[in-house]
């Protein structure tokens, strides 16, 4: 089955710099790559989502690259704002059994310090 | 989307005892999934629901620990048998409409075994 591995754990950052998390996945078969922001208490909401036959998906402040080779993905996160600190998660879908689950990372906490 | 209905929302239980979680989706979808969240770590997958046959559990996880019932293609219940302290933790339900698409997670069941 799947195996999702996320860098680094923690992140700390100056209100306005960049954040970048990154993440590695063991099956090649896997085709969709969400990545979760999870604030405390509340569930875990999406706020971008990759396609294994896109390399790269931007969304104004948040963008994700896919390398397909190396089986990594990577969130970015530009011009960052107190409102980013949270824990995200990244995940990939894992097709065996054909069940269509989600295996996750396991998370990285950001503070954006103002 | 999804809406996703999961109740209680927390519970405080005496060990030994069981406590079942509702989770109720407003359209119907063909797989649901449950997860449990440990304090500050990832997601792990406990087990997939699929209606009108017996759930499939992850390693590590078993039936008589937390049976699940999938009556119908909106909604699911998950057990915590005999609980000990160690079962302290959030169980959240998760479903996606389209297997390509988002997964939507319910509120969380925050629970506590004293």
């Known amino acids: 089955g799947e195996n999702v591995e996320q860098h680094p754990s923690t992140l700390s950052v100056q209100e306005g710099d960049s954040a970048v998390i990154k993440c590695t996945y063991s099956d090649s078969a896997s085709n969709y790559f969400p990545w979760y922001k999870q604030e405390l208490g509340k569930r875990p909401q999406l706020i971008i989502d990759?396609?294994?036959?896109?390399g790269e998906k931007k969304d104004q402040r948040i963008a994700v690259t896919l390398n397909k080779t190396a089986k990594h993905f990577s969130l970015h996160i530009t011009e960052t704002q107190p409102e980013d600190s949270a824990v995200y998660f990244c995940a990939a879908r894992d097709l065996s059994g054909g069940y269509n689950k989600l295996i996750f990372g396991a998370g990285t906490r950001l503070a954006v310090h103002p | 989307s999804a809406v996703i209905s999961q109740k209680p929302s927390r519970d405080i239980c005496q060990r030994g005892t069981s406590l079942t979680i509702q989770c109720q989706v407003d359209s119907q979808v063909t797989m649901m999934f449950w997860y449990r969240q440990q304090p500050g770590q990832s997601l792990t997958l406990i087990a997939t629901a699929n209606q009108g046959s017996e759930a499939t559990y992850e390693s590590g996880f078993v039936i008589d620990k937390f049976p699940i019932s999938r009556p119908n293609l909106t909604f699911s219940t998950l057990t915590v048998s005999n609980m000990s302290p160690e079962d302290s933790s959030i169980y959240l339900c998760?479903?996606?409409?389209?297997?390509?698409?988002?997964?939507?997670f319910g509120q969380g069941t925050r629970l506590t075994v004293v």
């Open positions: 990759i396609r294994s036959n896109v």
């Open positions: 998760s479903v996606h409409v389209d297997p390509n698409t988002e997964a939507f």
